[in-house]
């Protein structure tokens, strides 16, 4: 089992930016892939990143292409989102996912507690 723990959360003004940081615990980091997504109020929960397990490949949802910048540090079980010229339609809960396929057709997921990104206007 994974435990995974976010921080770096909080109030910005448009425009502003925060990195969020999510701590693993757990054997064997480097054979998830991690992922951050996003829930607001009446939302559907949506992915904004992704990562592969050695970093070899990145995704970003389209609201936040050019924006966010998702890593990783295997050494520190660690995963990162940057969030630059945040905008009021950002703020959510930000969830962080692991993700590991044991099969073909299986695989195992974890997710964290989320924290709070709220963007003033």
């Known amino acids: 089992q994974v435990q995974l723990v976010e921080s770096g959360g909080g109030l910005v003004q448009a425009g502003g930016s925060l990195r969020l940081t999510c701590a693993a615990s757990g054997r064997a980091f480097n054979m998830y892939s991690m992922g951050w997504f996003r829930q607001a109020p009446g939302k559907e929960r949506e992915c904004v990143s992704a990562?592969?397990?050695?970093?070899?490949?990145?995704y970003y949802a389209n609201p936040v292409k050019g924006r966010f910048t998702i890593s990783r540090d295997n050494a520190k079980n660690t995963v990162y989102l940057q969030m630059n010229s945040l905008k009021p339609e950002d703020t959510a809960v930000y969830l962080c996912?692991?993700?590991?396929?044991?099969?073909?057709?299986?695989?195992?997921?974890?997710w964290g507690q989320g924290t709070q990104v709220t963007v003033s206007s």
């Open positions: 996912n692991a993700l590991a396929r044991n099969s073909d057709t299986a695989f195992t997921t974890y």
């Open positions: 990562i592969s397990r050695n970093a070899g490949s990145t």
